[in-house]
């Protein structure tokens, strides 16, 4: 059984930073295509960072510069670095791992505060 949980949420304020990890069991992190999106209230869920098996990555342009998506290949984790966050950024995170079905986790929440 798969299973996505992400963790490593918070309130922080602007120009902080925060890490958060999506821990995967029941399939392997390196071999697929692990994103970040993110879905603030009342917007439509949004691709924030990918990176696929051979550790390519693309980024929204609203977060390029800022997070860092990494996997840990070992662990079966996958990381997302929120550097510099910016009142924007608030939204619930999900991890998302894509084989031939679409897998989610269960979301964290950030809250960048003003």
């Known amino acids: 059984q798969v299973q996505l949980v992400e963790s490593g949420g918070g309130l922080v304020q602007a120009g902080g930073s925060l890490r958060l990890s999506c821990a995967a069991s029941g399939i392997s992190v390196s071999r697929n295509t692990v994103a970040w999106h993110r879905q603030a209230p009342g917007r439509q869920r949004e691709l924030v960072a990918q990176i696929n098996s051979v550790r390519n990555t693309n980024y929204a342009d609203s977060v390029k510069g800022r997070f860092t998506i990494s996997r840990d290949n070992a662990k079966n984790m996958v990381y997302l670095q929120m550097d510099n966050l910016k009142p924007e950024d608030t939204a619930v995170y999900y991890c998302?791992?894509?084989?031939?079905?679409?897998?989610w986790g269960q979301g964290t929440q950030v809250t960048v505060s003003s």
């Open positions: 998302k791992l894509t084989l031939t079905n679409e897998y």
